[in-house]
């Protein structure tokens, strides 16, 4: 079992499951049979775990995801897309972006034809090449602690589901950090452990978050407050939650030494006008229009539905009156029942109190007749 301490230098962990345990100080999630630091690196493309076969068939065979192909047609219109959009609230074209793990690289591309000055970083120079042809795109074949990068150079540094990668995130985020300007912005998307969750909770109601669970690779997996602890103590104390696009597992969030700024809807709104951004902004003109349609098409779900729940009830409540009058209509029948029993009775008794009267006036004709 790989004996991995947490990123906070606490040696206490509760037991959680077989692959993980939890640091009984920060709340962060460890994994105890991921690979090591060693087996983690890239020094021959053809057999490091994070080299070539991670990308042809490691994704697709191992994990059920779709291939990199896929990924670099996919990605662009759902992914890429929703960062874009929140990166566009913090820094506008033609702010300098990095993203670290960038993977086939469609992210980068995204962000060129947006007007940005990015480029990527990956491990494997197999991706990098990929990257680099299928979308011509700068890219460093990494890690950051190797790549001669100059500091307060950036004004973003991206990493899409990469800190859970990380084997040192206090170093290489540190690193990360180094490379910003002084109001430089992290933009990360993670999964997001819960301390309230529970394993056999999870694998009982075979809950969303099981598929996080990637032992070799998940090395960490944050909850917001140790993923803010952590930022903190590497001097980068403001950070902003966003929505994130898969909200049932991750977290996304920007994270800066200064005080985070918005920026105005004015500025953070213009069309990007440039002949390629014209293109990226057709994109997110008809994501806008897609959300519009889901949301309206949630809402007349939920009208229809309490329609449905209305009409139900209402089918309901008329069973009920017609059991009820059914049953009404059964005691009126017994009812008349015992009323017409009653009135045979009747007209027995008055047809022997009239005999009774005819008996007793004979007698008493009889008797003054003797009389």
Known sequence: MNKRLCWCGNETVIPFSNEYVRCSECGTLISVVGLTDEQLKVENDDDAFYGKQYWLEHQSKDLGFPNIFERSRNDLVDRNLHWLK??????????KVLELGC??????????HAGYDAAGMEMSPWVVEFARETFDIPVFVGPIETVELENSTYDVLALMDVMEHLPDPVGTLRRALDLLKPDGILLIQTPQFREEMN??????????????FKSDEHLYLFTKDSAARLFRQLGAEYIQFEQPIFHQYDMFFVVSRQPIQQLEPAEAAPPLESPDGRFIQALLDQSARIQKL???VMIIDADRRLRID?????????????????????????????V?????DRQDRLEQIHTLTKMIHDLNDAAKNKN
């Open 340 to 344: 017409s029993i009653v009135d045979a």
């Open 294 to 296: 889901e949301s309206d």
């Open 103 to 112: 993977s086939h690289g469609s992210f980068v591309a995204m962000l060129g």
């Open 86 to 95: 929140t990166l566009l609230k913090y820094k506008r074209p033609p702010s």
């Open 199 to 212: 394993y056999q909770m999870l694998v009982e109601t075979s809950g969303a978050f099981l598929e996080q």
């Open 310 to 338: 209305k009409l139900e009830e209402l089918d309901q409540y008329l069973k009920t009156v017609d059991a009820e009058g059914a049953a009404r209509l059964e005691l009126i029948e017994e009812l008349q029942g015992h």
